[in-house]
C-alpha cells in the first residue's frame, strides 16, 4: 500500500492519530468512514476536507464509508459549540439528509463495483429501532461517565467555559457516534474512524467502544484506529469558509459557481500556497513548482488561478468552470456584448453587486433612446447632457461593453435577459438600467 499518512502530512491533512493508524494502511486496504451531520441540506466548503480525505483514502486503495447523521442530527454535536443547538423536526432532518446524500455522491461514486467502492450509510437506519432501555444497557454500560467527562468538548461547557452548561442529551451524543463505529466495525469491518481534530474525543470514544462492545462481551482482537485532520484557518487566524455574505457552499443554488470561483481567486498569496495543497490533488512536484512560480512574480496570482481551477471543477465542473471564468473576465477582461448576454440573471446581478442602478420602462425602450438622455435624465449616471456629450466625445462611453457616440439610441436590441442594459465610462466605472 502506498503512504497515505505521509500523503497527508505534506498536503498539512494530518493532526493526530492513534499508535498503529500508520501501520494498519501500510499493511492492507482499510475501511475507514467519516461522519457528517445533516445541519442543512447542503455541505459548504467547511466540510470539504472530510470529504477530499475520503477521495484520498480511495485513491490511495483503501475503502470510504460515508455517513450521514440523520440520527446523531437530531441531537447535536457539542464539540466546539458554546450553546445547545436548536433541535431540527424530522421533515427538516429527512430534507438535509437527502441533500447531503446528493452533495457526496458527487465526489464519490457509491454505485460503483470497484473491491474498494465506496458506501453511502445514514445512522438512523440502526437507531431507530433501539430502545433507550437497550442503548443504556448494551452501550452505556460500556463507557463511564468519568471517561466521557474527561473529554474537551464536555469539560468546557461543564466549567462554564463555553455556554451555559450540557443537556443529557448532548452528553450522550458521544455514545451515539461511537456506536456508529462499533456498528460499521461489525458490519463493513471499519477499522478507522476520520474527522476534525474539534472530534477527537468523539473518534476516540469509538474507538474504545469497539474495544469492548463485542457480540461475546469480549474486546480481544477488537481493533480500531482514528485519524483527524486541522482545522484549517485563514493566515489572520480568522475561521475558514466564510465569506462576506456567509456560508461558502458546495451546491451552486446556495453560492453561485460565480462566487465559489471567486472565494478562492481571492484567497492571499500565503493562504493559497496552504489551500492548494490541500483542497487539490495536484502531486507535490507539480504544486511546488507552482509555489515557486507564484514566488518569482506574485502579481501574476498563479496560485489562486490554478488554486480556483481546481478546486471549482472538482465541486463543479469544467463547464462551470468557464462560465465562471467569463463572468469574471466580464469585470476584469476583454469580454464582449455576446459574453454579457449570455449570463444568467443571478450572475449578472452578483458580478454587478453594489453598482447604482436606475429604472426606465419598457415602452421608452421600445421606442429607442437616445444614449444622451439614457446617460443623463433617465438613469442620472453622468450629471448633466454636457458632461455625458463629452464623454462620448471622447469615446468612453460603452453600452454593454460596446462603444457608443451621440448618435446611439438605446433599444430593446440592447437588453441583457430581456431586462438590464449595462453603461461603462471608462475601465471601471459602471451602471446598471434596470427595464420594467
Given amino acids: 500500500m502506498k503512504n497515505l499518512v505521509e500523503e497527508l502530512k505534506w498536503r498539512g491533512l494530518y493532526h493526530d492519530s492513534m499508535p498503529g493508524t500508520e501501520e494498519q494502511l501500510l499493511k492492507e486496504a482499510t475501511t ?9 441540506d447542503s455541505l459548504h466548503i467547511g466540510s470539504m476536507v472530510q ?15 460515508a455517513l450521514v447523521g440523520g440520527a446523531t442530527g437530531m ?37 460503483s463495483s470497484d473491491a474498494n467502492a465506496p458506501i453511502l450509510v445514514n445512522n438512523y437506519d440502526w437507531m431507530k429501532e433501539f430502545s433507550f432501555i437497550d442503548f443504556a444497557r448494551e ?11 474527561a473529554k474537551d468538548s464536555v469539560k468546557k461547557r461543564l466549567s462554564g467555559e463555553a455556554g451555559e452548561g450540557m443537556s443529557f442529551t448532548e452528553f450522550t451524543y458521544q455514545l451515539i457516534q461511537g456506536y456508529d463505529f462499533y456498528h460499521l466495525h461489525k458490519e463493513y469491518n471499519c477499522l ?10 468523539n473518534i476516540t470514544t469509538g474507538t474504545e467502544l469497539v474495544r ?14 482514528a485519524l483527524t485532520t486541522p482545522l484549517i484557518t485563514k493566515a489572520d487566524g480568522s475561521k475558514f469558509g466564510k465569506s462576506e455574505g456567509g456560508n461558502v457552499w458546495l451546491t451552486a443554488d446556495k453560492t453561485s459557481v460565480y462566487k465559489f470561483y471567486q472565494f478562492w481567486l481571492n484567497s492571499t498569496d500565503e493562504d493559497a500556497e496552504k489551500y492548494i495543497k490541500i483542497f487539490t490533488f495536484l502531486d507535490k512536484e507539480t504544486t511546488e513548482k507552482l509555489i515557486e512560480e507564484h514566488k518569482q ?30 463572468a469574471s473576465n466580464i469585470l476584469f477582461g476583454n469580454s464582449t456584448s455576446n459574453d454579457l448576454k449570455g449570463l444568467d440573471e443571478e450572475t449578472f446581478l ?59 439610441s438605446v433599444t430593446n436590441k440592447d437588453l441583457i435577459n430581456n431586462q438590464f442594459i449595462l453603461l461603462q465610462r471608462g475601465k471601471k466605472n459602471y451602471f446598471v438600467v434596470r427595464v420594467r
Avoid at 477530499?52 to 480511495?58: N, Q
Avoid at 454535536?77 to 452533495?103: F, H, Q
Fill in 212 to 225: 469492548r462492545l463485542n457480540a461475546d462481551g469480549s474486546s480481544e482482537g477488537a481493533k480500531a484506529f
Fill in 350 to 408: 452578483e458580478i454587478f453587486e453594489g453598482v447604482p442602478q436606475a429604472e426606465v420602462s419598457r415602452d421608452e425602450i421600445e421606442h429607442g433612446i437616445n444614449i444622451v438622455d439614457v446617460l443623463n435624465a433617465k438613469t442620472g449616471f453622468l450629471k448633466s447632457n454636457g458632461e455625458a456629450r463629452r464623454a462620448l466625445t471622447e469615446n468612453s462611453i460603452s453600452v454593454n461593453k460596446e462603444k457608443v457616440n451621440e448618435e446611439y
Fill in 75 to 111: 441531537i447535536g454535536d457539542p464539540s466546539g459549540k458554546s450553546d445547545e443547538r436548536n433541535l431540527l423536526d424530522e421533515a427538516t432532518l429527512a430534507k438535509n439528509v437527502d441533500g447531503i446524500k446528493r452533495v457526496l455522491s458527487k465526489f464519490l461514486d457509491f454505485n
Fill in 192 to 201: 478507522l474512524q476520520m474527522g476534525g481534530s474539534d472530534q477527537w474525543g
Fill in 32 to 40: 475507514a468512514y467519516i461522519g457528517f451531520d445533516p445541519t442543512a
Fill in 51 to 65: 470529504i477530499i480525505l475520503l477521495v484520498h483514502l480511495k485513491n490511495f486503495g483503501h475503502k470510504p464509508i
Fill in 297 to 326: 512574480a506574485p502579481h501574476l496570482r498563479v496560485l489562486q488561478r490554478k488554486l480556483a481551477e481546481e478546486v471549482t471543477t472538482f465541486v463543479h465542473s469544467t463547464e462551470a468552470l468557464e462560465k465562471a471564468i467569463s
Fill in 139 to 149: 452501550v452505556g454500560k460500556r463507557i463511564t461517565v468519568n471517561y466521557m467527562m
